[in-house]
């Protein structure tokens, strides 16, 4: 994605952040990353992220997703001495499906993404609703037809040697 293109989704995403009252410095929002995965696809696969803490402890983020955006398929693994990431997503706006390890869901409400994708036992979270994933837990996510904002809490994040499942997918 070319300046021109990550500044509009930027400005996106500081629209829906305000819209949600959730307020941000302005050295935050210059920091917010727009994630494509290497896709160059960012309205379907893709994810905002502004990272307000990342310590050898604990992290702090909001995740943007704009209307049926698909955060695709990975999992936190251990590295060296270092337990994966454990994380916990509450949904402040919005509707998000999320998938993780578990019974599989037969008729899943998400757009099934056009990356590859093994888990889906189907959880919905609301407004409001949060749910924990554990490390090591292969999971994806997809934003309602409103779009979505997560506040996520979590150990420290280490996204860098996030393994997707899909193999042509970068972070």
Same mark, same amino acid.
């Given at each position: 994605?070319?300046?021109?293109? @990550?500044?509009?989704?930027? %400005? /996106?995403?500081?629209?829906? &952040?305000?819209? $949600?009252?959730? #307020?941000? =410095? ?6 917010? !990353?727009?994630?494509? *995965? ?6 379907? @696969?893709? &994810? ?11 992290? $702090?983020?909001?995740?943007?997703? *704009? ?13 060296? =001495? ?6 916990? *997503? ?10 993780? !390890?578990?019974? %599989?869901? !037969?008729?899943? %409400? #998400?757009?099934?993404? %056009?990356? =590859? =994708?093994?888990? +889906?036992?189907?959880? @919905?979270? &609301? !407004? ?12 994806? +996510?997809? $934003?309602?037809?409103?779009? #979505? @904002?997560?506040?996520? +809490? ?9 393994? *997707?499942?899909? /193999?042509?997918?970068?972070?």
């Amino acid at each position: 994605m070319n300046n021109d293109t @990550i500044e509009i989704y930027r %400005k /996106k995403t500081i629209k829906m &952040l305000e819209d $949600a009252h959730i #307020a941000l =410095t302005s050295q935050e929002k210059n920091k917010i !990353e727009i994630v494509d *995965f290497g896709l160059n696809n960012l309205l379907e @696969i893709g &994810l905002q992220i502004i990272t307000y803490i990342n310590t050898e402890r604990v992290c $702090a983020k909001e995740l943007v997703l *704009f209307p049926h955006q698909t955060c695709p398929e990975h999992l936190h693994p251990t590295i060296g =001495t270092q337990i994966g990431k454990e994380e916990t *997503f509450r949904c402040r706006k919005g509707l998000v499906y999320l998938y993780v !390890e578990g019974p %599989k869901t !037969e008729l899943i %409400k #998400a757009k099934k993404p %056009k990356t =590859t =994708t093994t888990v +889906f036992n189907e959880i @919905i979270l &609301l !407004e409001g609703m949060q749910y924990t994933i554990y490390p090591q837990t292969k999971h994806w +996510f997809q $934003a309602g037809p409103h779009g #979505a @904002i997560v506040s996520e +809490f979590s150990t420290k994040s280490t996204d860098q040697y996030d393994i *997707f499942t899909d /193999k042509n997918l970068i972070r």
